[in-house]
């Protein structure tokens, strides 16, 4: 069982940043794609951004492509996203996900691929 954790969210003006980070149990971290997800009030969960397992290849929503940047440290089992100037639509609860027998280059973007999701980290944004 993969326990995901996440935190850095929180209350932010429009055009500015905010950091998630997304902690893992499990020390076979590097077997996992890993993705995040946000579920806005009244909305259905959306995919964000995904990152392979090797680390070299990323996929973003369009809306949030150029704004945000997916990165994941293996040696500490951990994935980022850096989301640069929020916009109130960016509103949402954050969610990190992690998906096993994908391959090493793939990125998958479909949440019933996921197998471990974390509690979610609520993001704000002021206009």
């Known amino acids: 069982q993969v326990q995901l954790v996440e935190s850095g969210g929180g209350l932010v003006q429009a055009g500015g940043s905010l950091r998630l980070s997304c902690a893992a149990s499990?020390?076979?971290?590097?077997?996992?794609?890993m993705s995040w997800f946000r579920q806005a009030p009244g909305k259905e969960r959306e995919f964000v951004a995904g990152?392979?397992?090797?680390?070299?290849?990323?996929y973003y929503e369009d809306s949030v492509k150029d704004r945000f940047a997916i990165s994941r440290d293996n040696a500490k089992r951990t994935v980022y996203l850096q989301m640069n100037n929020v916009k109130p639509e960016d509103t949402a609860v954050y969610y990190c996900?992690?998906?096993?027998?994908?391959?090493?280059?793939?990125?998958?973007?479909?949440?019933?691929?996921?197998?471990?999701w974390g509690q979610g980290t609520q993001v704000t944004v002021s206009s």
């Open positions: 996900a992690a998906a096993l027998r994908v391959g090493w280059n793939i990125i998958a973007t479909m949440d019933n691929e996921y197998n471990y």
């Open positions: 499990e020390r076979a971290f590097r077997s996992y794609a």
């Open positions: 990152i392979a397992r090797s680390g070299s290849s990323t």
